[in-house]
């Protein structure tokens, strides 16, 4: 089983959780339902976005994105979420959070 953690950055805030909390119920169950397989270790729908960053690819509504780095085997840390109109800015920010998080641990 892998377990699933917010980052939470210098100042205390998770970037993911603040995306997530502003998702309607439908796109949020959506995310929970694509969280729930890599619990289960299916990373199927994700790929390597550069420097450690992988992308799950989710697609509903405008094409929602969840950023997230591996920490070992078991341990993943969601970095942040958005969809695919702003999925450079996306990466670039997750990539800084996933940078920062590896330099704190």
């Known amino acids: 089983m892998i377990e699933i953690q917010e980052y939470i950055d210098v100042s205390g ?3 993911f959780g603040r995306w997530y909390n502003k998702l309607d119920t439908q796109a949020a169950l959506k995310i929970r339902t694509y969280l729930a397989r890599i619990e289960a270790g299916n990373f199927s729908n994700t790929k390597s976005v550069g420097s450690g960053v992988l992308e799950c690819k989710i697609n509903y509504g405008p094409g929602y994105r969840v950023y997230f780095g591996k ?3 078991r ?5 942040g979420g958005g969809t695919k109109k702003r999925q450079s800015n996306d990466i670039a920010n997750a990539t800084a959070l996933w940078q920062q998080y ?4």
């Open 71 to 73: 920490d070992g085997e």
């Open 13 to 15: 805030k998770s970037q």
């Open 75 to 79: 341990l993943v840390i969601l970095l």
């Open 102 to 105: 590896k330099t704190r641990r």
